[in-house]
C-alpha cells in the first residue's frame, strides 16, 4: 500500500526504455488508473493503448512487425491448495501445497500465440505464458517452484482460472496498425482490492525490444469502504451493530406481521 | 439485480440471496431451530467464503429468532425460565467447545472431524426423530391412544435432585439436565459451527418431556441469545461479519420465519416432528454423500487464513 502509483500529467504515463541495445521507444496508456468499487460493482475492464516508434531507419525496416506482451499482476496472496483422496471409503484432504506470495489475479495478453512471437529458451527466460511464470510453493522446509507437470502445481493454475483470476489471451492484444496496439484487461468482480502492476513487453525477430511498466488500482469507495473500515477497525461496535439491526429487524417483522 | 457484499469481497444477486434467507426463515420459524445447519452450505455454495459465511449467517439466526421469539410469546409459547436455565448452561458449553475447536484445529483435520460429526449427528438425530414420530402417527391412525404424555410418564431425568418447576412448560424436573442439555447444545454448537437448535428441539421433548406448545419458542430464545453473542464475537476477533449480506438474509429470514411460524402452530405435534426429522436426516445423508462419493474436483484452493 506504499507504492505511489506513477501518474504523470494527462494520462499518458511514458516510460524510457530499460533495454540498452533498443531503438524503439514505447509509449503506454490506460484508460484508468483507479477502479472504484462500489456496491453495483460487477466487474470491470481496462483499456490500455500504446505505440512503438521505431527511432532509426534499421528498425523502421523491421520486417516481422512488432509483438506486444501484456501482463498484468495483482495483490500477493498465499494460498493453500488441497488435493482430496480417498481413506476407508471416505474422501478427505489428505495433501496441501502452500503457494507463497502469488499473484492474486494474473493476466498474460499477447496478439499471438507464444511460440508465434518466439523460441522456447526466450518464452522461458521471458516467463511470457501463464504456465512460465514462477510460483513459489513450501516444499518442506524449501521453498521452490516445481515442475509445470506437477499436479498441485498445474491444478492450481487450472483452479485460478476457473475463477477468471488468472487469465491467458494470446488474442488479448490488438495491433491497430502495425505500431500501435490496444489491449483491453479484464478485472472480474472477485479481482481483489489492492494495487496491479502492469507489465508491457514488446518483442521483434524472437527477441525483447523493450518494456514499460504502468500500474493501477482497486479500491472500495463510498459506502463499501465505510463498511470495510467499520468492520476492520471498530470490530466489536461493528458487531454491537449488526446484532441490534438482527434484533430490530426481527421485532420490526413481528409488529408488521402481527395478525391478532 | 446484482449488489457487490464489502467483507464478502463479492458480488451476489440481491433476489437469489432473499429467497435463500426466505426459504431458511420459513424452517426456522416452524421448527424453531436456527437454520444454520442449512444456510451456511448454501452461501458457501454460491461462492462465498467458509469464515464469512459462518460469521455472517450468526446474524442471520439471531434476526430469525427474534422475531420467532415475539410471536410465541405473544401466544405465551416460550418459558423463558427454562430458556435461561439453558442458557446457563450454554455458556460453559460454548467455551469448552471453542477450546476444543482450537485444538482439533493444532492437529489438522478440521473439515474430516467436522463433516464425520455432522453425518453422525444429523443421521442419528433424525433417524431417531422419524421412527419416533412415525410410530406414534401409526398408533394414532390405529386408534391407540396417542404418545402417552401424563403426569407420570417420567424419565431418569425426573429422578435427579435440584428440581425446579417451570409453569408454562407445566414440567417439574431438575436442573441438572437442564444445565446439560444447555451445555451439549453450547458445546456443539462451537465445534460444529451450528445453532443447535434441530438437536435441542428433540432433547427437549424426549428427555425432559417439554410440551411441543412450548419447546419451540424457548429454543428460539436460547438461539437468538447465542447468535446475537457470536455475532459480536465474530466481528470483533475475525472482522469478517458481512452486514450487508446479513442484512439481506435477515429481511427474508423474518418475513421466512414469520409464515413458519404461522405453519408449525397449524400442525400436528408429531408431524411436525417427523417433518423436521425428515430434513435433519435428509441434511445428514447429504453429508454422507458428500464424504463416500468421488467429489467432481479433487482440487481446492483457498486463501491462506480465510477457513
Known amino acids: 500500500m506504499t507504492r505511489h502509483l ?15 541495445a533498443a531503438a524503439e521507444r514505447l509509449v503506454t496508456s490506460i484508460s484508468r488508473h483507479q477502479v472504484m468499487v462500489n456496491s453495483s460493482f460487477t466487474g470491470t475492464s481496462i483499456v490500455l493503448f500504446g505505440t512503438v516508434e521505431p527511432d532509426t531507419p534499421a528498425s523502421r525496416r523491421r520486417a516481422a512487425g512488432y509483438d506486444v506482451v501484456v501482463t498484468v499482476t495483482g495483490p500477493r496472496q498465499t494460498i493453500v491448495e488441497r488435493r482430496k483422496e480417498r481413506v476407508l471409503g ?16 494474473l493476466a498474460v495478453l499477447s496478439n499471438q500465440p507464444f511460440e508465434q512471437i518466439t523460441n522456447p529458451e526466450t518464452i522461458r527466460q521471458l516467463q511470457l505464458g501463464l ?14 517452484d516445481v515442475a ?108 408488521v406481521f402481527r395478525r391478532d | 439485480m446484482q449488489i457487490y457484499l464489502p467483507i464478502a ?41 467458509p469464515a464469512v459465511a459462518v460469521a455472517s ?65 444429523l443421521s442419528t438425530v433424525g433417524g431417531l426423530m422419524v421412527s419416533e414420530s412415525m410410530r406414534a402417527i401409526l398408533r394414532e391412525q390405529q386408534g391407540k391412544p396417542a404418545t402417552p404424555r401424563r403426569g407420570g410418564a417420567h424419565t431418569w431425568a425426573h429422578g435427579l435432585p435440584l428440581k425446579m418447576r417451570f409453569k408454562r412448560s407445566k414440567i417439574y424436573v431438575s436442573a441438572i439436565p437442564v444445565w446439560m442439555i444447555g451445555f451439549i447444545i453450547g458445546f456443539v454448537g462451537a465445534v460444529m ?24 419458542g424457548t429454543s428460539m430464545v436460547l438461539t437468538l441469545v447465542t447468535m446475537a453473542s457470536a455475532t459480536v ?39 411436525l416432528r417427523l417433518l423436521l426429522g425428515l430434513l435433519v436426516l435428509a441434511v445428514g445423508l447429504r453429508f454422507a454423500f458428500q464424504l463416500v462419493v468421488q467429489p467432481d474436483d479433487l482440487y481446492s484452493i483457498r486463501m491462506l487464513g480465510a477457513e
Not at chain 1, 131 to 144: E, H, R, S, W, Y
Request: glycine share 12%.
Open chain 1, 148 to 255: 509445470r507437470d506437477d499436479s498441485f502445481r498445474s491444478n492450481f493454475l487450472r483452479l485460478k482460472t476457473q475463477h477468471q483470476l488468472y487469465v491467458q489471451k494470446t488474442n488479448g492484444v490488438t495491433l491497430l496498425t502495425p505500431t500501435v496496439f490496444r489491449a483491453e484487461i479484464p478485472l472480474p468482480a472477485e479481482a481483489p482490492i489492492g494495487n496491479y502492476d502492469v507489465d508491457v513487453k514488446v518483442l521483434a525477430d524472437s527477441a525483447l525490444l523493450t518494456r514499460a511498466n504502468s500500474a493501477f488500482e482497486i479500491i472500495k469507495v463510498g459506502f463499501e469502504q465505510f463498511v470495510a473500515n467499520a468492520a476492520q477497525q471498530y470490530g466489536l461496535l461493528y458487531g454491537i451493530t449488526t446484532a441490534m439491526m438482527a434484533i430490530m429487524t426481527g421485532w420490526f417483522a413481528a409488529v
Open chain 1, 90 to 105: 471416505i474422501w478427505t484432504n489428505i495433501g496441501s501445497r502452500t503457494f507463497l506470495n502469488v499473484p492474486s489475479y
Open chain 2, 193 to 216: 459451527g451450528i445453532g443447535g437448535g434441530f438437536l435441542l428441539v428433540p432433547m427437549l421433548i424426549y428427555f425432559l418431556r417439554v410440551p411441543t406448545t412450548t419447546v419451540i
Open chain 2, 57 to 121: 449467517v450468526a446474524s442471520h439466526i439471531a434476526a430469525s429468532s427474534c422475531s420467532g421469539v415475539i410471536s410465541y410469546w405473544r401466544r405465551r409459547a416460550v418459558d423463558l425460565a427454562l430458556g435461561l436455565m439453558l442458557l446457563a448452561g450454554g455458556i460453559l458449553g460454548t467455551a469448552v467447545g471453542v477450546w476444543l475447536f482450537t485444538v482439533l484445529r493444532g492437529l489438522g483435520q478440521l473439515d474430516l472431524t467436522i463433516g464425520i460429526s455432522y453425518v453422525v449427528l
Open chain 2, 233 to 271: 464475537m465474530h466481528a470483533a476477533t475475525n472482522h469478517l461479519v458481512d452486514a450487508v449480506l446479513a442484512l439481506i438474509l435477515m429481511v427474508g429470514g423474518v418475513i421466512g420465519a414469520q409464515f413458519g411460524a404461522r405453519a408449525g402452530q397449524n400442525m400436528r405435534g408429531e408431524r
Open chain 1, 131 to 144: 504456465a512460465d511464470k514462477v510460483f513459489p510453493q513450501v516444499l518442506g522446509n524449501d521453498i521452490g
Open chain 2, 9 to 49: 469481497d463479492l458480488p451476489v444477486d440481491i433476489f437469489l440471496v432473499l429467497a435463500m434467507g426466505l426459504a431458511v426463515g420459513f424452517i426456522s420459524g416452524m421448527f424453531g431451530i436456527g437454520g444454520g445447519f442449512l444456510m451456511t452450505p448454501l452461501l458457501i455454495f454460491i461462492g462465498i467464503s
Open chain 1, 6 to 20: 506513477t501518474i504523470t500529467a494527462g494520462l499518458l504515463a511514458a516510460i524510457a526504455s530499460t533495454t540498452p
